[in-house]
T-cell receptor, first 114, second 112 residues
């Protein structure tokens, strides 16, 4: 089955620790995205990547870092510099070159800082 | 930046009734999309309407787009308890490679 996977589903972090959230897709999509969702809120864009070895900051990139070494993978690191990291994190992907950007989403990772 | 603003923020209806959600946006768009999110899950794409289209149907879903008013509506007919979810509009900018911009969503509760 084609799709996007995120792991882990739940993640607990102590203050001061960095954690990495995994996102993998086998849809052969060029573009991948990371969003943060807080309770009762919409999606805010953290980082996105349109091609391997390239990525751009979104609206709330501070305290986060990403890499895009492979087309299939776009891991997100939540660093200790992120002051309020408890949230639901969603990864998405889409084809580039297409004029209409329907996005496919993973199931999400819920991060809780203890 | 969140461009789409859904209205109402929350909606509660009886099973069998129709549900209407609205979305307003600020800048010119290439397309507008609606997504659904069940609690604690990822978003699922429902329907896309292009800027040169005025209405589109998919099963029990009907979407309209009024670019002069910069607004869209999503109608779910004959709602079911399984339609209970949050619904988000997302606007696609005129450039093909820039990200979608999502609104804050409407929480729909369908009571059996």
């Amino acid at each position: 089955d084609g799709g996007i996977t995120q792991s882990p589903k739940y993640l607990f972090r102590k203050e001061g620790q960095n954690v990495t959230l995994s996102c993998e897709q086998n849809l052969n999509h060029d573009a991948m995205y990371w969003y943060r969702q807080d309770p009762g809120q919409g999606l805010r864009l953290i980082y996105y990547s349109q091609i391997v070895n390239d990525f751009q900051k979104g609206d709330i990139a501070e305290g986060y870092s990403v890499s895009r070494e492979k087309k299939e993978s776009f891991p997100l690191t939540v660093t200790s510099a992120q002051k309020n990291p408890t949230a639901f994190y969603l990864c998405a992907s889409t084809t580039t070159g297409a004029r209409y950007n329907e996005q496919f989403f993973g199931p999400g990772t819920r991060l809780t800082v203890l | 930046s969140q461009q789409g603003e859904e209205d109402p923020q929350a909606l509660s209806i009886q099973e069998g009734e129709n549900a209407t959600m609205n979305c307003s946006y600020k800048t010119s768009i290439n397309n507008l999309q609606w997504y659904r999110q069940n609690s604690g899950r990822g978003l699922v794409h429902l329907i896309l309407i292009r800027s040169n289209e005025r209405e589109k149907h998919s099963g029990r879903l009907r979407v309209t787009l009024d670019t002069s008013k910069k607004s869209s509506s999503l109608l779910i007919t004959a709602s079911r308890a399984a339609d209970t979810a949050s619904y988000f509009c997302a606007t696609g900018p005129n450039s093909g490679n820039t990200p979608l911009v999502f609104g804050k969503g409407t929480r729909l509760s369908v009571i059996a």
